[in-house]
């Protein structure tokens, strides 16, 4: 499985890349720091999932994840981010991300989100959203 993650403070990255590494240690991890390169790289390297910030600099999640969908429609992007607002998680949906997860509960709800991305269902947090399911 290879794993893109987006995220401008790389403490975090390199968090979300252990929490991952411990259900799939066999998982390709390449973490990126910012939306351009994150965009180059899930354009040009095969990938199965992307786990990205909003706030990043340059250019932020959702302009990325709208240049990733165009390319890719349909290939899951779960958001991640401190903002968990309604509207950014509407944002978010409409932007066309499969899931959406604050980072306060990445270590409750990180692997049930990749589980239910890569089975390509979707995955907003329910703890927050009120709601907001489909």
Known sequence: M???IA????PIRKGIAGIILTAYPAASIVQVEDGHTLV????SSPWDLTISDIA????????ALARINR????KPVLIVTLSWQPENILRSKEAGAAGFV?????FE???PAIRTLLSGGTYFSSTLNGGLND
Do not use: Q, T, V
């Open 40 to 43: 180059e790289r899930a354009l």
């Open 56 to 63: 990043m600099p340059g250019m932020d999640g959702w302009e």
């Open 7 to 10: 995220d401008d403070y790389e």
């Open 71 to 74: 390319r890719f429609p349909g």
């Open 109 to 111: 709800e990180l692997i």
């Open 102 to 106: 604050p980072k306060h509960l990445l």
């Open 2 to 4: 290879n794993i893109i």
